[in-house]
């Protein structure tokens, strides 16, 4: 939260406003993976999308322009959802998608929409389960909902390893496979996915390294520099021997049965 004067905005933690402030993509997708995940769902100019999470706007700013659907995105991040306005008027695509700066917890529209999503960011409904069915309430019948969310490439044999990948426990996420059966176990169709590889992986990890030692250079007296060198400092490694090895990702595509 910041504070100015007697009015508080809610904002994200403030590290990852600055490790990911030149994300386009605040996830390990290129944006080739985005289009593919564009193409596989087939979309059709008039289709609406939600977007709980939406970050600096990319996915619906670069599918507004390619397949010329509308939407609006959610996003709690007040420099993520100014970076997705300017990329929206960078790609004329204003009159088509509009970004809205809240906590999208509850988050529900009236009209409801072709595509209902939520791409690394399952925490605002509680979890996966609890996303799908906040998506559900905007969702129109035989409409799809988009979950990103992480999965074990192969189970960490220790507790150490899991809270590596920054998860909090193994039992946070599941092998893909499992992931797969959890959807349908919540009486969902996988109709589509697109995954993250170790490449994409790098373009989303990586890029932080260069962003947080470009905002180091420009801020060394500020109050929050300790934190973000150590960070800078212990982040590489980290993320070699842990999440590189052990972390997927995913965008699953999901349709009610
Ligand atoms: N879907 C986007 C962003 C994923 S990163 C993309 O793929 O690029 C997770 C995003 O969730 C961040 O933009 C963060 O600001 C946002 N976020 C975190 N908690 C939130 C909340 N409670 N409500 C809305 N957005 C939230």
């Given at each position: ?18 490790m990911e402030s030149?994300h ?17 769902l ?5 289709d ?9 706007g ?9 397949y ?18 300017a990329r929206a008027?960078e790609l ?12 999208a917890a509850?988050?529900?529209?009236d009209?409801?929409?072709?595509v209902?999503?939520c791409?690394?960011?399952t925490?605002?409904g509680g979890g996966?389960?609890?996303s ?11 409409g ?17 390893i ?5 998860a ?39 890029t932080?390294?260069l ?14 520099a ?8 212990t ?5 070699a021997?842990y ?15």
């Amino acid at each position: 939260m910041t504070k100015l004067s007697n009015e508080t905005i809610v904002d994200i933690p403030r590290i990852f406003n600055i490790m990911e402030s030149a994300h386009r993509i605040h996830n390990p997708f290129t944006p080739e993976k985005l289009a593919s995940l564009g193409v596989a769902l087939r979309l059709e100019p008039r289709d609406r999308i939600l977007d709980l999470g939406s970050g600096s706007g990319e996915m619906l700013c670069t599918w507004a322009r390619d397949y010329g659907i509308g939407g609006i995105g959610v996003d709690m991040s007040p420099l993520f959802v100014e970076q997705a306005k300017a990329r929206a008027h960078e790609l004329g695509v204003t009159d088509r998608v509009s970004f809205v700066h809240r906590d999208a917890a509850g988050y529900v529209v009236d009209e409801k929409v072709d595509v209902a999503a939520c791409v690394g960011a399952t925490w605002i409904g509680g979890g996966v389960r609890g996303s799908i069915e906040l998506l559900s309430k905007s969702l129109r019948a035989e409409g799809i909902i988009l979950i990103g969310e992480p999965y074990w490439l192969r189970l960490p044999p220790t507790e150490d390893i899991a809270q590596g990948c920054h998860a909090g426990s193994v039992s946070d996420f599941l092998l893909l496979p499992d992931l797969i059966a959890s959807f349908g176990g919540l009486g969902y169709d996988v109709v589509e996915m697109v995954l993250a590889n170790q490449d994409s992986w790098d373009r989303y990890e990586a890029t932080k390294w260069l962003t947080m030692r470009r905002w180091l250079d420009a801020n060394p007296d500020d109050d929050f520099a300790k934190e973000v060198r150590a960070e800078l400092t212990t982040a590489p490694e980290r993320y070699a021997k842990y999440a590189r090895e052990y972390l997927g990702w995913g965008v699953f595509v999901l349709m009610s049965r």
